[in-house]
């Protein structure tokens, strides 16, 4: 892993205008999957902050929801309770890897 410094870290533009975030500076932040940044314009450039509100938890369920949801593609959608059901399963009968 990168460590930080003040050194400028150099960053790409995608087609969407996305760029990503170095996960050294991500942990440092504290910023998540699905958190949400403020962009402030300054004099000088851009300054990306976290946004407090973007950083309200969601459940274990919420979570697992949008991480399953790609996988589910070709089948039926899984709903936030079939979920929540497997979870206490999992808790229950114990997680296999």
Not at 63 to 81: C, D, M, P, R
Request: charged share 30%; glycine share 8%; net charge positive.
């Amino acid at each position: 892993m990168r460590r930080i410094s003040k050194d400028p870290i150099k960053m790409k533009v995608f087609p969407k205008g996305q760029v990503v975030i170095p996960i050294a500076l991500r942990k440092k932040y504290s910023i998540n999957i699905g958190d949400q940044i403020h962009a402030v314009p300054e004099k000088n450039g851009i300054f990306l902050k976290p946004s407090q509100e973007g950083m309200i938890r969601e459940s274990l369920t919420e979570h697992l929801f949008g991480v399953f949801n790609i996988y589910a593609t070709a089948k039926s959608e899984l709903t936030k309770k079939d979920i929540s059901n497997a979870v206490k399963r999992g808790f229950t009968e114990g997680y296999r890897v």
